[in-house]
Structures are given as C-alpha cells and as structure tokens.
C-alpha cells in the first residue's frame, strides 16, 4: 500500500515556549498492479480490470485521503461532531483500499502459477480444516454467492488461535472488522463492478472461475509469516 507522509508544523501558542508541534499527514496512492490489465484473461477481462483498479479502487483512495485531511483539520479544531461524522467515510474509503490492494495480490496469472494449489504448510492447514481444498473452495463459493448485496468472502487465518476461517464482510468492511486477530490470506471481491461486465449477474460462475487466477503463493507467504 503506497504511502505519502506530509509534515506541517503548528506552534504551540499562548506557552512562550517558543516550541513547535510535528504534525504528520498520512496519505494514501493507488498501488501498482503486478501484471497487465489484460494478464488475467479469459477469467477477468482487461476492461474489468481497467476499470476495476483505475476507476473504482482510485475512487476509494481519492474519498479516503479526502476524508483524512477533513478528519486533521476537525481534530485541529476540536470539532468533535465532524470527527464522529467522518467515521463511516473513512471506514468505507480506508477499507475498499486496503480490501483492494489485498485482492490485487490475491491473483496472479495462469502462466505466473495463478490457480496452482497450495502444497506447502497452507495446503495442510486448509485439509485439516476444512478437509480437501475442494471443500473450502465450495464453502467459499457458497457463501459468497449468497451474500446479499455488495461484499467480500474471505480466507483468513486467526493469528492467536492458528486458526484458519471462512468469513463474509458487507460493503467494503475489511476482514478484520470480524475479530482483531483475523489476519486475510485470501480476498474475493463480490462487487458487481469485479465481475459484471463479463459474468452479468451470475456470479456464482464469476466465482467458479476465479480459482482459475488465484495466487496461492502470496496466500502462503502470508500465512507463513502468521503461522511461523
């Protein structure tokens, strides 16, 4: 996740201390995908890509920055109803980028080992949980086809308890909103805007198709690092 620091500096008036306060703005940019728009074709089209990351992930990464100077300057003023006002914005914007720049990484293509199956220490950990990788990807498939509107279905692994879980967020809640331990191995967007143009409104083949690009590799690093 790209990040810009910009530092201003505000005097701590009325003290005669000739002191000054660092203040740090942290901003946000649109990460780089790894591959070509049109690199995961035929699963997901170029165009759905394109649009996918240029216009709706950027559309997050605008309104979250925006929302975060709003909130530095309500802080600076002491405006407590703006704070609280700007809380929704900055969880929708904050978590459709960092569920994005998850997802980006959650594929890979075909010709790069996208769909290849785990076979390392995250590949035993899905069979002693959920019994085959054929029976988590059905799990999956199933609860994200019936999510009702607009989410994301995920594979996570619960860092405290090493253990790995199934979870559904609405909107653009980022995985961790289901339990502070919950770290995202694996992401899959349930936006009609991932999948639309190309699958209409059957998502439950935009689904069966995915696995055909998803980068188990990055899933297992993270998992590693987890689960040491």
Known sequence: MALRTFVTRK???????????????QTFSLPDLPYDYGALEPVISGEIMHL?????????????????EQLDDAMAKGDSSTVVKLQNAIKFNGGGHINHSTFWKNLAPIHEGGGEHPKDSLGWAIDTHF??????????NAEGAALQGSGWVWLGVDKELKKLVIETTANQD????????????????????AYYLQYKNVRPDYLKNIWKV???????????KECP
Request: aromatic share 8%; glycine share 10%.
């Open 214 to 224: 998803i980068n188990w590799k990055y899933a297992s690093e993270v998992y590693e």
């Open 52 to 68: 996918h990351h240029q216009k709706h992930h950027q559309t997050y990464v605008t309104n979250y920055n925006k929302a975060l």
């Open 11 to 25: 005097s701590l008036g009325g003290l005669g201390l000739g002191l000054q306060q660092l203040r740090g703005l």
């Open 174 to 193: 980022p995985l961790v909103t289901k339990g502070p331990n919950l770290v995202p191995l694996l992401g899959i967007d349930v936006w009609e805007h």
């Open 131 to 140: 019994g085959s990788l054929e029976a988590m990807v059905q799990r999956m």
